[in-house]
């Protein structure tokens, strides 16, 4: 149900601890040299028709992606967080703002109710939008897999947790460890709110990407090589 590009697999060794929590509430703070400005000094990956994506909205997701795939380039991490999650999340928030209000209070009354896995499965016996199944940290949606691969929220339930197209509630039953971390798993239940189905929203999102595929304002010069074939890139005279 929820969709992540596919990349290669890396072997790599396992971390020594988790730091899936903190870097959910990562927050940079910008130093100002008092140099002259260039466009590579600027602090957005990009800015397309009207909506911007900072590489500090991009940074929690960068980390975390270092952590488990450090063979990843750095580029290919930024733009990859910025492709699948940060910048379809923001283009939903504007164009579906009501509905989405809707169903974060709907997801947070659930939440105040489950504490555990096994109380959100009995809370959400009459929701339709639930899932149980067999995640790795790959086939999770980016910051589902940030909360259900730290090794602090093993039967723990979510808060909300906003994708493009909805909410959702989430915990583990099992976790299980493989040599290969990519390999890892965990058996989970995920309860969602949604403004679209999966498939709807991935009808929405292709037309909206050719809507807005050339209302590119701002590209980083250092990544104009790296985006998605359906991103046109500005001209230097136009940004």
């Known amino acids: 149900m929820l969709l992540l590009g596919q990349a290669?697999?890396?072997?790599?060794?396992?971390?020594?601890?988790?730091r899936a929590a903190a870097l959910l509430a990562l927050a940079l703070t910008a130093c100002d040299s008092g140099a002259e400005e260039t466009d590579a000094d600027d602090a957005r990956l990009i800015e397309i028709d009207g909506v911007s994506v900072t590489f500090a909205e991009l940074q929690p997701y960068f980390e975390w992606l270092t952590e488990f795939r450090p063979g990843l380039g750095e580029r290919t991490?930024?733009?990859?967080?910025m492709r699948e999650h940060v910048l379809p999340t923001k283009i939903a928030q504007r164009e579906f703002a009501a509905e989405r209000a809707q169903q974060r209070a709907l997801a947070e009354g659930l939440c105040s109710v489950a504490t555990n896995v096994r109380e959100l499965e009995q809370r959400a016996a009459l929701i339709t939008d639930k899932r149980r199944s067999d995640l790795t940290r790959q086939s999770a949606a980016l910051p589902v897999a940030m909360f259900l691969f730290d090794e602090?929220?093993?039967?723990?339930?979510?808060?909300?947790?906003?994708?493009p197209h909805g909410f959702f509630v989430v915990s583990a039953y099992d976790r299980h460890d493989s040599p290969l971390v990519m390999a890892d798993y965990v058996d989970a239940l995920q309860v969602g709110f949604i403004t679209h189905t999966a498939m709807d929203?991935?009808?929405?999102?292709?037309?909206?990407?050719e809507e807005i595929g050339a209302k590119v304002t701002f590209l980083h010069p250092d990544y104009r090589d790296d985006m998605p074939k359906w991103i046109q890139p500005p001209t230097p005279e136009e940004q």
């Open 152 to 163: 602090f929220t093993l039967n723990a339930v979510s808060q909300p947790i906003e994708l």
């Open 77 to 81: 991490k930024y733009t990859w967080a």
């Open 8 to 18: 290669g697999h890396t072997v790599t060794t396992r971390p020594s601890k988790s």
């Open 201 to 209: 929203w991935q009808k929405y999102w292709t037309a909206k990407r």
